[in-house]
Nanobody, 126 residues
């Protein structure tokens, strides 16, 4: 079991930045995958970024170069630094975790994850 608690959402104008945090606890091993997903009103949940315990990170094309997924191992906390935010980045952001299909590989789909945080809202205005 893994417990996840997100924080850091808010409202910003286009071009601004936010940093989301995800405090993780519970059973985490070398195959644990962590991910960020988001869901806009009326849309399906989409993957934003994934990260293995070895630090291998992947990003959705829509956020590459703007978002950075990092981890503070001492605090067991993950961060999603979001820069150059645009209105299309608006949505509820969720932290997710599960065992990866294989070492140093994390699946990109929401169905690959069974542990979820409660979500934190990000709103970007023009």
């Amino acid at each position: 079991q893994v417990q996840l608690v997100e924080s850091g959402g808010g409202s910003v104008q286009a071009g601004g930045s936010l940093r989301l945090s995800c405090a993780a606890s519970g059973y985490i091993n070398s195959r644990t995958c962590m991910a960020w997903f988001r869901q806009a009103p009326g849309k399906e949940r989409e993957g934003v970024a994934t990260r293995t315990t070895f630090g291998r990170t992947t990003y959705a094309d829509s956020v590459k170069g703007r978002f950075t997924f990092s981890k503070d191992n001492a605090k067991n906390t993950l961060y999603l630094q979001m820069n150059s935010l645009q209105p299309e980045d608006t949505g509820m952001y969720y932290c997710a975790a599960d065992q990866g299909l294989r070492v140093n590989y994390c699946g990109p789909a929401s169905t690959d994850y069974n542990y979820w945080g409660q979500g934190t809202q990000v709103t970007v205005s023009t």
